[in-house]
Nanobody, 123 residues
Framework: VQLQASGGGLVQAGGSLRLSCTDSKRTSSNNAVGWFRQAPGKEREFVTS????????LYADSVKGRFTISRDRTKNTVYLQMNSLKPEDTAVYYC?????????????????WGQGTLVTVSS
């Protein structure tokens, strides 16, 4: 597995961004994929997760109703659509491939991690 996260950038509060996570090795199509984030001076936290076939998704309470995770297995890519962004969403966002096919909010449930992409939301 080789993960590449992209799509981060600077956006004003209320704006939108779409992050992408691509597995260039094409070996994660049967695994869950999750997004985590880490803000400066804070611990990494769970954002969202999607099961292998997209049938199950999980969201942190802080992003429910604003963020949507989806995946295109033909492209080996998982997307994170982020709407109504807030300054507190500012963080480095990491995607990760799960140890199993089931979505999970626990970091221990992920085996491979991407390098992260920075999202900055200005007020």
């Amino acid at each position: 597995v080789q993960l590449q996260a992209s799509g981060g950038g600077l956006v004003q509060a209320g704006g939108s961004l779409r992050l992408s996570c691509t597995d260039s090795k094409r070996t994660s199509s049967n695994n869950a994929v999750g997004w985590f984030r880490q803000a400066p001076g804070k611990e990494r936290e769970f954002v969202t997760s999607i099961s292998w076939n997209g049938g199950d998704t999980l969201y942190a309470d802080s992003v429910k109703g604003r963020f949507t995770i989806s995946r295109d297995r033909t492209k080996n890519t998982v997307y994170l659509q982020m709407n109504s962004l807030k300054p507190e969403d500012t963080a480095v966002y990491y995607c990760a491939v799960g140890r199993s096919s089931a979505a999970t909010p626990y970091a221990e449930g992920y085996r491979y991690w991407g390098q992260g992409t920075l999202v900055t939301v200005s007020s």
